[in-house]
């Protein structure tokens, strides 16, 4: 592990799925209340998730304050843009860095934790390592609630859209 502040950050396991899972259902109740209704945010749940295969990758982060668990996220070489294992449309398919982005995934933050860096901690080692494999570019898919973190990192909001009546934003970041 490695020490940023007070949070230490490893690769994610297995072992792990099921802490990550927890976090992310607690993330998505809560922290998407003030911005969709309850119907949008049980549709979340369709949309977003646990993506096994950014583990199986060796590209999915997770957060520690001691020993507990307050954040996760992850990067992709691979083109499903965003989604958990169960959702539709997901494209194991390598991307080409020299002209495609990065795919920056399933970020999360323990609703008890926000507002301390561990979004942009997450950022910084997904963006570092999109940019040692390669890549020039990043792009992500936000939520109403990660869109303010991600525009002060620097994304730029490329497309509004949504997902099962779930509003999201492509943003996209040139790696320097």
Not at 58 to 68: A, L
Not at 119 to 124: A, E, M, S, V, W
Request: a negative charge; hydrophobic letters at 45%.
């Amino acid at each position: 592990m490695t020490t940023t502040e007070i949070f230490t950050h490893r690769l994610a396991t297995m072992d792990d799925a099921a802490a990550i899972a927890a976090l992310m259902e607690r993330a998505i109740a809560q922290l998407q209340a003030p911005f969709l209704s309850p119907e949008q945010i049980a549709a979340s749940r369709a949309v977003m998730g646990l993506d096994t295969q950014l583990i199986a990758d060796g590209t999915y982060f997770v957060i520690f304050d001691g020993e507990e668990l307050v954040g996760c996220g992850g990067w992709s070489p691979r083109a499903t843009p965003y989604g958990g294992d169960a959702s539709a449309g997901r494209d194991t398919r390598l991307l080409d860095p020299a002209k495609e982005p990065a795919r920056v995934r399933a970020m999360y933050t323990d609703p008890a934790h926000v507002r301390r860096g561990i979004g942009r901690l997450i950022l910084t080692l997904c963006e570092g390592a999109a940019r040692a494999a390669g890549f020039a570019e990043v792009e992500l898919t936000a939520t109403l609630a990660g869109e303010p973190l991600y525009c002060a990192a620097g994304f730029v909001a490329d497309r509004h859209f949504t997902d099962k009546n779930v509003p999201l934003i492509r943003m996209v970041k040139k790696l320097g």
